[in-house]
């Protein structure tokens, strides 16, 4: 099985061949050295790339980052293989408007409290997810006000601090 990629990262080694395995889920392979690797997959197989990649001999999803791209948020899924050693990350993009991508945490359960944070902190939507609510932000922060995009203003966008509150009355030593 090959892979059509929009770039001339060449598949090498057993990072190679674990994103071949991954058959036409692969859009984008950019870079693929021999212990670490990055790929684009198509968002509309995200979950079953998930399946693919559990079903890999000794490998786990270590993390997952996000980051706002032009067009969107990038999802980056960090599989790593043990005993080999090497990580892949597979990126999805949350396109905009809608910033959504198809969640994972039902396949893998690590990834639930991962896309929460992302959820808060970037925006990004996760369809399907089993527990969508805050994980980070207090339950007053306003909605639509994401601390990690590019347009959150310090000042502008963060909500009002408690009001000061009067510390007690402490006995002063004589």
Known sequence: MSVA?????PLKGF???VIEQLGGAVVDVQCC?????????????TVEVAEKML???????????GIEVRDGIDVMYHWAIEPAG????????????????DSIANVVPGANWIEREMYDLLGAN????????RLVLGDTWPEGVHPL??????????????PNQTPPDIPREG
Not at 55 to 65: F, S, V, W
Not at 149 to 162: A, E, G, M, S
């Open 33 to 45: 050295e021999d212990r670490r690797g990055y790929a684009r997959i198509d968002p509309a197989r």
């Open 126 to 133: 996760f369809r399907n997810h089993p527990d969508m609510r």
């Open 15 to 17: 990072v190679g061949e």
């Open 55 to 65: 079903a890999m001999d000794g490998c786990r999803l270590a993390t997952a980052t």
């Open 149 to 162: 995009r590019r347009d959150f203003d310090q000042i502008k966008d963060r909500p009002p601090l408690p």
């Open 86 to 101: 090497v990580i892949v990350t597979l990126k999805v993009l949350a396109a905009r408007p809608a910033l959504a991508a």
């Open 5 to 9: 990629t929009t770039t001339q990262a």
